[in-house]
């Protein structure tokens, strides 16, 4: 061998000895496990109405995988979609045909490792619920705008889930627990008023709109409605029927005077009256004062009527009853208080002319059986009421109206409604007194005092329309 070829060879072995002593990267280590992942159909809602629904989807192939690459689908785990790039959301129409649909997804990696099946599933329902609704049990009429709803309901999808109410058909309440019963306030009026209602079932379908309507019409004359005040104290109503009557003297009335002229015919819409003069124990309960106690009163008992309160603070007490109740009580106009007193009659009193006055102690409290040991308002509701159910409306205590007072009844209302712009502080009050003789308490009797005054021989009652 040639000095030339013997240095080559030399220079080989060098560089085969170089390259083995160069460090070499470990070889990769084979990925034999399956990625994970997870399906989650419309945020894991129960049902849907319509089949294009979005699913949600995550996957992981561990800290040593070679990577999630791909992902398909299939409806019944047989057949399958084609394999797809990843993506954590995805529109996916379901089969056609209500009922329940699972979705099946299957996560490939790098190493084409296939994962288990993953699946979640949801209900398909496009048919919407049905219903009806009953008012009432299905009475032609009422007189309270307080109705009760029958109602029944049938989904044999998703199920009912919520059902609201509306009396125009614009107009909807918000949604309420499904319920076989629903107590449902009807618009103010007289007249026919359709109800309807309208189902939502789990899966957002609207029932149609199903209606009953019942005619309100006013309550019979003496009907009764009672509310209670704060520590359980009744408060009585009573009602009054529309119509309309004479107001004043009649001519030649026995003991009848000429502010009570001209007689004159009012009509009158239908109301609610108290069915007593307000008692102290109602009084204190919504105004939480006394104002009786400290003044000539012998009697203290709750149950009588409450006095030495003032035209103006009987004002504050109705604001004061208002906001308790959340309906709009009043003082009767003075047109108001003699209809309700009158109780359809036009005698001298509401229990007939009594011009030897036999009778008049059976209904009302005056000087003939008052005086002299029992000069004080007595209890409410101890004599005998008028054909309406009003007690006391004759005796016992003055009342306040709403009016200002008139010397006649030159140019009053023939509505009902009640009377100012006299330039006046005195207003009206009517029926007399415990210590009053026996002709003050006519039904026409009227007479005045300030506004301002608080007596004891002054109460009132609350009406409201």
């Known amino acids: 061998m040639g000095a030339t070829s013997k240095a080559l060879e030399l220079v080989l072995m060098g560089l085969v000895l170089a390259i083995a002593l160069i460090p070499q990267e470990a070889a990769r280590a084979a990925d034999t496990t399956p990625p994970t992942g997870t399906i989650i159909i419309n945020g894991n809602r129960s049902a849907t109405n319509t089949p294009d629904v979005t699913l949600a989807l995550t996957w992981d192939d561990g800290a040593g995988g070679s990577g999630v690459s791909r992902m398909r689908f299939s409806d019944d785990g047989s057949h399958w979609s084609a394999w797809e790039a990843l993506m954590a959301t995805r529109p996916y129409t379901l089969p056609t045909g209500d009922g329940h649909k699972t979705v099946r997804v299957q996560y490939l990696d790098k190493s084409n490792n296939r994962s288990a099946t993953f699946s979640d599933y949801i209900l398909l329902d496009t048919t919407p619920p049905t219903g009806s609704i009953i008012i009432n049990k299905g009475d032609a009429t009422t007189s309270n705008l307080n109705v009760s709803l029958g109602l029944t309901y049938s989904d044999a999808g998703s199920g009912v889930s919520r059902m609201r109410f509306s009396d125009n058909g614009s107009t909807w309440t918000s949604w309420f627990l499904p319920a076989a019963t629903h107590v449902h306030t009807l618009p103010a009026g007289l007249g026919y008023h359709t109800v309807r209602v309208q189902y939502l079932d789990g899966a957002g379908n609207y029932s149609v709109i199903y209606n009953d309507y019942i005619k309100v019409v006013d309550p019979a004359a003496g009907t009764t409605e009672t509310v209670m005040l704060p520590g359980s104290v009744p408060f009585e109503m009573v009602w009054i029927p529309a119509g309309s009557f004479l107001m004043g003297r009649y001519t030649n009335e026995v003991n009848s005077e000429y502010h009570e002229s001209p007689q004159h015919s009012v009509s009158v819409a239908g109301f609610w009256l108290g069915k007593y003069p307000v008692t102290k124990a109602q009084w204190t309960a ?25 035209w103006d603070t009987v004002q504050a007490f109705i604001t004061g009853f208002n906001t308790l109740l959340g309906k709009t009580y009043r003082l009767p106009s003075e047109a108001q208080w003699e209809y309700a007193c009158r109780a359809g009659t036009q005698t001298r009193f509401y229990w007939g002319d009594d011009l030897d ?61 009640a009377w100012g712009g006299a330039e006046t502080t005195a207003r009206v009050v009517r029926g007399g007194m415990y210590n009053e003789n026996a002709w003050i308490s006519r039904s026409a009797k009227r007479d005045n005092y300030a506004g301002w005054g608080a007596m004891t021989t002054v109460g009132f009652r609350l009406a409201r329309q």
């Not at 004599?383 to 009016?403: F, H, I, T």
């Open 286 to 310: 919504v105004a939480g004062s006394t104002p009786w106690v400290g003044q000539s009163d012998p009697n203290l008992d709750p149950n009588s009527p409450a006095i030495y309160v003032s």
């Open 357 to 417: 006055y036999t009778l008049i102690g059976d209904y009302a409290w005056y000087s003939g059986n008052c005086y002299p040991d029992h000069q004080y308002a007595h209890n409410v509701g101890q004599k005998l009421p008028n054909k309406w159910g009003l007690y006391d409306m004759s005796g016992n205590v003055w009342e306040w109206c709403q009016d200002t007072w008139h010397d006649d009844y030159t140019g009053a209302p023939v509505d009902g409604t």
